[in-house]
């Protein structure tokens, strides 16, 4: 069956570092992938993008601090979070823009305590 799993989350403190995976089934394609997260009681959030050529692009919010990167290897797309915040609390979910709604994992929780 196609899926996306997102791995890598957890409980962080403010300043630190995580690394999330979303490891795709061989028979979805990653040359496109998003990263989304939704904190509680908020809309979901788009976080990031990567396209075929690996070029990135980020939401305002994380730019500078939040990077993607994709192995096609292990057919994983990585986002590397730096300087965590409170404000960063959320589930993260990853997105592969397939068919007519895409591909979604089932989110990863990362907390951030200050």
């Known amino acids: 069956q196609a899926q996306l799993v997102e791995s890598g989350g957890g409980l962080v403190q403010a300043g630190e570092s995580l690394k999330l995976s979303c490891t795709a089934s061989?028979?979805?394609?990653?040359?496109?992938a998003a990263w989304y997260r939704q904190a509680p009681g908020k809309q979901r959030e788009w976080v990031g993008r990567?396209?075929?050529?690996?070029?990135?692009e980020y939401a305002d919010s994380v730019k500078g601090r939040f990077s993607i990167s994709r192995s096609y290897v292990k057919n994983t797309v990585y986002l590397q979070m730096n300087n965590l915040s409170a404000d960063d609390t959320a589930v993260y979910y990853c997105?592969?823009?397939?068919?007519?709604?895409?591909?979604w994992g089932q989110g990863t929780q990362v907390t951030v305590a200050s």
């Open positions: 997105h592969v823009p397939l068919g007519d709604r895409g591909y």
């Open positions: 061989r028979s979805i394609s990653i040359t496109h």
């Open positions: 990567i396209i075929p050529s690996g070029g990135t």
